[in-house]
């Protein structure tokens, strides 16, 4: 059974901190890495993919991967009242079949 | 910009009965999906689907559900025989490569099973 663990939250940040969300996941063989982002009541938007170790950056964002320790994390920096969501991790191996996390919900507090 | 759409927003229906959840993907998408949100729990896979065939699907597509892309357009999800435990938020997303890419998703559609 492959599992992904996130911590549920709710994680607190006041404006403008960084937030950073943790995701574990079981699967060795695990190879690609997703960030979403999901408003209460709307779909998952993909905020960020990666793939390899290491770090990757798009903006505010910056996704971080270790394949080693199998986890992978997003951090938010400048975080905004409008980033307040529930963030989903997904991972996929070979079959490319994603598993997702429950999601870490994030509270940006002006 | 182009995005998936998927109708109705919200279906109620009695159990036993059959289900037609309708998605129209992003127009040059290949690659089509369907995925299942219980509430207040995480989005699971049910199947994809490329090349008018199924390509991988989970444990919970069972036969009970069926995919079909009908014209160029439509991507729909039947399920035969309702049950209870099938109340979720379903999604449809696409995506123009399979795997490692990129999957948009549609907005939902709530069915509720009485």
């Known amino acids: 059974q492959k599992e992904v663990e996130q911590n549920s939250g709710p994680l607190s940040v006041p404006e403008g901190a960084i937030a950073s969300l943790n995701c574990t996941y079981s699967?060795?063989?695990?190879?690609?890495f997703f960030w979403y982002r999901q408003y209460s009541g709307k779909s998952p938007e993909l905020i960020m993919f990666?793939?390899?170790?290491g770090d990757k950056e798009d903006g505010r964002f910056t996704a971080q991967l270790n394949k080693a320790s199998q986890y992978v994390s997003l951090l938010i920096r400048d975080s905004q009242p409008s980033d307040s969501a529930t963030y989903l991790c997904?991972?996929?191996?070979?079959?490319?079949?994603?598993?997702f996390g429950r999601g870490t919900s994030l509270i940006v507090h002006p | 910009e182009p995005e998936v759409t998927q109708t109705p927003s919200h279906q109620v229906t009695q159990m036993g009965q059959e289900v037609i959840l309708r998605c129209v993907p992003i127009?040059?998408?290949?690659?089509f999906y369907w995925y299942r949100q219980i509430l207040g729990q995480k989005v699971e896979f049910l199947v994809s689907?490329?090349?008018?065939?199924?390509?991988?699907k989970s444990e919970i597509f069972d036969d009970q559900f069926s995919v079909e892309r009908p014209d160029g357009s439509n991507f729909t999800l039947k399920i035969r025989s309702t049950k209870l435990e099938d109340s979720a938020m379903y999604f449809c997303?696409?995506?123009?490569?399979?795997?490692?890419?990129?999957?948009?998703f549609g907005p939902g559609t709530r069915l509720t099973v009485l």
């Open positions: 699967d060795r063989g695990s190879q690609s």
């Open positions: 689907f490329y090349n008018n065939e199924i390509s991988e």
């Open positions: 127009s040059n998408h290949l690659y």
């Open positions: 990666i793939y390899s170790n």
């Open positions: 997904a991972v996929t191996g070979g079959s490319y079949i994603p598993t």
């Open positions: 997303a696409s995506g123009l490569a399979g795997g490692r890419n990129e999957q948009f």
